[in-house]
């Protein structure tokens, strides 16, 4: 067996016991293909959303991977193996692509499941056997042709783990990450008459085109890895220090009475956690890129001369505010790695701590959901002034009203849920919600489109008022319990790793 063969097989009998896994999967696409399909027709459209939750897994599973290292108690074991860094990763990739190829085989077999129900309730048209077994093979080649463009992009979240630029770098990554995701959302509620573009001759089309650019991609990134960005994450390690991990405050009486000077410990780490993005805010490539999107934001209300209402307000501006603090959220602990110690140390309640940081990350993008309304509305007013559009257009204000209240509340509940992670990390046969629940915060915002919208928004249409209230009533008490629990088993971010370490030596015994 070559050296290359037994870290294949080391790193894939890291991910997991492969006959569980792909037997949760099954069980857990099965829920979701025929939750989004149920009222689909076109047989097209599910044998496509097959590979596309291929391509989320896969994405997911491998960035889930590259943020584990630093945490892991044989971190400093894998990186001392007398191996050079580049056939580490590739053997890291090849076992993620492994795993990717069986996913691939078992998200069709849901699909054919689906397909086989839909059409015995009559909810789905039948095919012929012929085109059927087409459609079928397809699909699987377009699954497994995505596996290594999603396993090498999601393990290049590694460069977004420690530097300067991490925060710049992570805005363009959390958008084709989320893109990628809410690629299930809209296959799930694609027109008809699209179908013809996804035929098995097109989706073969599409396999040759992302293998061709998968392989090259896969090639690179895995080289750029070896050489930057392992060294990025693992120099976002940290000294363990059980005590304050598991303790409640400080311990030192002058550190403590320094943190209570304060007028509130709440407010000292809300404002801690502002600071840090006013720190990547203030970087040059940041206002570049943020004042490109603003100019060419107005300009855009200035030419399209049409009021914000329905859902263009909503898919139009207020997206990528809400997914940069939901992506900034999902890696909070491993951006915080160095100072997580620190910041449990702090003299305020873990529940506090956490809701502090969520406070803050809500803050962030209502601010820049505030700044794109004004810029929206600065280039309508100057359409107006010119003659290319009615002063009427000013009347959808209550929209914009509307849909910063509904992103808002959403994204404070899915912040809030994102907490949870933590007590994946002390109860971890939970962890396989982990996928259910980073897809939740992916997607809201085509599931906010779709129950608290009007299907074709026309003037006079009112906002939706009674539906965020009870979306409100609702959030509410899961939050506070969800943050309540992440409080609880925070400190096991840091401690997790060695318990499971103790667990395993204890099995062995």
Known sequence: MTIMKQLIGLEYRSIGKPFPLLITYYILGLAGVGYFFREQNAPEFLFLFGPALVMVTMLMVSAIQMISIPASPFRDWWLTLPHSRRLLVSAKMRALLLMGMLAAPVMLLVCLTVYVLLTLFGSMQALPAGQLLSLSLSSLALGAAVVPLSVSYGMSIAFMASGRSRMITLVPYACVFFAAVGTIGVISVLNEDTAHLFTSARMLLYAGVALLAGIPVAF??????????????????????????????????????????????????????????????????????????????????????????????????????????????????????????????????????????????????????????????????????????????????????????????????????????????????????????????????????????????????????????????????????????????????????????????????
């Open 220 to 509: 690179g990134l895995s080289r750029l890895i070896a050489s930057k960005g392992i060294a990025m994450l693992t120099s976002s390690s940290v000294t363990l220090n059980k005590s304050v991990a598991r303790a409640g405050s400080v311990t030192d009486k002058k550190e403590k009475a320094v943190a209570l000077k304060s007028k509130s410990a709440f407010s000292a780490v809300f404002r801690l956690e502002l600071s840090g993005f006013r720190y990547y805010e203030k970087k040059l490539p940041f206002v570049i890129i943020v004042s490109a999107i603003l100019i060419a934001w107005t300009a855009t209300a200035f030419f399209a001369g049409k009021p914000l209402d329905g859902t263009d307000n909503s898919s139009g501006m207020f997206v990528l505010p809400t997914l940069i603090a939901v992506m900034l959220m999902l890696f909070w602990d491993l951006f915080h790695r160095k100072t997580m110690v620190w910041q449990l140390g702090f003299p305020i309640k873990r529940s506090l701590l956490l809701t502090a940081n969520v406070a803050a990350h809500a803050v962030l993008a209502i601010k820049w959901m505030l700044i794109l309304a004004l810029g929206y509305y600065i280039g309508l007013g100057a359409a107006v002034l010119t003659g290319k559009t009615e002063p009427a257009a000013f009347e959808a204000i209550p929209w914009t009203a509307y849909s910063i209240l509904l992103r808002t509340i959403a994204m404070i509940f899915i912040l809030s849920l994102l907490q949870l992670r933590f007590v994946f990390y002390r109860f971890t046969f939970l962890y396989i919600l982990i996928f259910p629940l980073y897809w939740l915060a992916g997607t809201h915002s085509s599931l906010l489109d779709r129950y608290f919208y009007p299907i074709a928004p026309a003037g006079g249409v009112a906002p939706a008022w009674e539906l965020l209230g009870l979306l409100t009533l609702a959030a509410l008490p899961i939050s506070v319990l969800c943050l309540w629990l992440g409080g609880k088993y925070v400190h096991h971010a840091l401690t997790a790793t060695i318990n499971w370490d103790t667990k395993k030596k204890e099995a062995k015994k």
